[in-house]
Nanobody, 121 residues
């Protein structure tokens, strides 16, 4: 399994920006797709964005399209989630994941510990 460590969460005002980082522990990073999911209090975990590492093809969920972007630095085994124009409804614990890809939890077999993002109104 790939070990993943997220960082970059915090408290930000609505309209602000944050960049989340995810460090992968293995040099086989390029075999995987990487993704970001989030879980708000009292809600199920939901898909945010994914990137296919072979060609950097990305897909983001509609609720964050145009505001969030997923990128990768393959040389350093890093994946990022740039979050702009943040809204209070973006408040959640954000998780980095690695696996075969897609927008479902089942497509990923390695997960980070999560990083809290809180957006104040």
């Amino acid at each position: 399994q790939v070990q993943l460590v997220e960082s970059g969460g915090g408290l930000v005002q609505a309209g602000g920006s944050l960049r989340l980082s995810c460090a992968a522990s293995t040099s086989t990073f390029r075999r995987y797709a990487m993704a970001w999911f989030r879980q708000a209090p009292g809600k199920e975990r939901e898909f945010v964005a994914t990137i296919r590492l072979s060609d950097s093809d990305t897909y983001v969920t509609n609720s964050v399209k145009g505001r969030f972007a997923i990128t990768t630095d393959s040389a350093n085994n890093m994946v990022y989630l740039q979050m702009n124009s943040l809204k209070p409804e973006d408040t959640a614990v954000y998780y980095c994941a690695a696996g075969l890809g897609g927008s479902r939890d089942l497509g990923y077999d390695s997960w980070g510990q999560g990083t809290q993002v809180t957006v104040s109104s």
